[in-house]
């Protein structure tokens, strides 16, 4: 194997840059096979990135560790690496995860400054990260895509009853007769114009439950591009990463 990034103490830590128009903040992202890549925003000042990789030197460490573990033991099951960087295009936000050992028997994440999240606890167990990770994807989607929903509701004068969160495998929402609305968390994954047409497809179920001319009349009347981002739709869930697949149905 190559040599990936050298992290002993004292010495510089090497990394490959890449610049990103999309990128709001600096990503740090490290791979067992490419070593420690640093993504940047356009127009980033260069010379402010060795403080900021040099702070994350604990970081980089640990993985390295988890990785040169990994390869001591061939026998294992080949493990999902946990995520290091969390996109989620629907908020326009982009997250670069640290995970922190401490010595809370649970495990929980927290806001740690802009773009920034931790996973604190019991970090050792990566399912336990990916489950925490989840949760929390859950409680964005409530702070957020239930306001948006709200908000849409108002603006055209749509009435729903209830809304619920939820990690379903094969839909990204639905609405019952009773005007119950359920939305995956996992269309934070998705891009803004999407998601709005997906609400907005909801909304319009609240009228008619059905698929039929009507129904997609008024939804057309209130995003004319509705079908080509449905057919655009259909790609989509390749969006969401692998370790955001809820493990039990729900
Ligand atoms: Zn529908």
Redesign the pocket.
Same mark, same amino acid.
């Given at each position: 194997m190559e040599e990936g990034p050298n992290v002993r103490p004292g010495e510089p830590i090497g990394y490959r840059i890449r610049r990103s128009p999309r990128a709001l903040n600096v990503r740090l992202r490290l791979s067992a096979r490419d070593g420690l890549t640093v993504v940047v925003p356009k127009g980033f000042d260069l010379r402010r990135l060795p403080a900021i990789v040099e702070g994350k030197r604990d970081w980089i460490h640990s993985h390295l560790r988890r990785w040169s573990a990994a390869e001591a033991a061939p026998d294992r099951e080949p493990v999902e690496p946990l995520p290091e960087i969390l996109d989620l295009p629907a908020l326009g936000e982009s997250w670069c995860i640290e995970y922190r050992p401490t010595r809370t028997r649970r495990i929980g994440v927290l806001i740690d400054g802009p773009g920034r999240l931790a996973v604190y606890g019991t970090v050792q167990d990566p399912e336990a990260c990916r489950e925490a990770l989840k949760r929390w994807l859950h409680l964005r989607a409530r702070e957020e895509l239930a306001p948006w929903l709200a908000q849409l509701a108002r603006q055209h004068g749509f009435a729903f009853k209830e809304i619920h969160i939820r990690g379903q495998r094969t839909r990204w929402?639905?609405?019952s007769s009773n005007g119950l609305i359920s939305l995956s968390y996992k269309l934070l994954f998705l891009d803004r114009d999407t998601v709005r047409c997906i609400l907005l %497809?909801?909304l319009?179920?609240t009228v008619f439950l059905? %698929?039929s001319p009507r129904?997609w009349e008024l939804l057309q009347r209130l995003e004319p591009r509705c079908r080509v981002i449905h057919k655009k739709m259909r790609d989509s869930w390749k969006q969401v990463p692998a370790w955001a697949e809820a493990r039990d149905p729900d």
């Open positions: 929402a639905s609405c %497809h909801e319009c179920h059905d %698929h129904f």
